[in-house]
């Protein structure tokens, strides 16, 4: 059975660095692209981007290119979405997502790490 | 980026009769290969968003048959044919022809 299990919530500061994760098992790690999708409160859906592990091809949104960076670490079919500086803004359930077979569409989904930035 | 607009935004729905959602996109999402690239997920409260379409039409592994998908180009459909009461939350269509890939702004079915 194909699942993603991401790391728990998070409280930071502005300023403060974070990476979170997800964990991929149940299929081939590096054979499928893994996409973020960020969720503020109350608001719809937004994709960060894709991640492919087996060679680390990223696409970002450019929304978000140079404020988050994706990566992976295949030795434990592990990957994971960080941030060098928080910001409030970033306050939001962030989800890690695996894209199917032909990729575009996401069949897999984690449970969310909430992301939550506040002096 | 090519915008998603759905409609409804609110959609209170009866058990037991249909339903219909649709998404307009800003630009045609017919790819060369005769694929829509376009993709329903619904997202129950307090849980993870859940594939229900892709493609335009094809219905997720699992996803009762009361799901369909339909549309070509700009213009796309998701019918639900009898409306139960676990199919509450948000529904949102999402085009992956063109980086970046974008959501709708969601549409809530509750129901009545």
């Known amino acids: 059975e194909v699942q993603l299990a991401q790391s728990g919530a998070e409280v930071k500061k502005p300023g ?21 999708v ?10 960060l981007g894709i991640f492919y592990p087996g060679d680390s091809d990223t696409t970002y949104n450019p929304s978000f ?27 939001a359930m962030y989800y890690c997502a695996r894209l199917g077979s032909t ?17 | 980026d090519i915008v998603m607009i759905q409609s409804p935004l609110s959609l209170p729905a009866t058990p037991g009769e249909p339903a219909t ?12 290969n005769g694929y829509n690239y376009v993709d329903w997920y619904l997202q129950k409260p307090g849980q993870s968003p859940q594939l229900l379409i892709y493609l335009g039409y094809i219905r997720a592994s699992g996803v009762p048959d009361r799901f369909s998908g339909s549309g070509s180009g700009t213009d796309f459909t998701l019918k639900i044919s009898r409306v139960e ?3 509450v939350g948000v529904y949102y269509c999402m085009q992956a022809l063109q980086s970046p890939w974008t959501f709708g702004q969601g549409t809530k ?4």
């Open chain 1, 38 to 47: 960020r969720q503020m409160p109350g608001k719809a859906l937004e994709w």
């Open chain 2, 85 to 87: 009461a676990g199919d």
């Open chain 2, 21 to 32: 959602i649709t998404c307009r996109s800003s630009q045609s999402l017919l790819h060369s």
């Open chain 1, 103 to 119: 990729p575009n569409f996401f069949d897999y989904w984690g449970q969310g790490t909430l992301v939550t930035v506040s002096s």
């Open chain 1, 65 to 91: 290119q140079g404020q988050v960076t994706m990566s992976a670490d295949k030795s434990i079919n592990t990957a994971y979405l960080q941030w060098s500086s928080l910001r409030a803004s970033d306050t």
């Open chain 2, 109 to 112: 079915v509750d129901i009545k």
């Open chain 1, 16 to 36: 403060d660095s974070l990476k979170i994760s997800c964990t991929g098992s149940g299929y081939t790690f590096t054979r499928s692209w893994i996409g973020w």
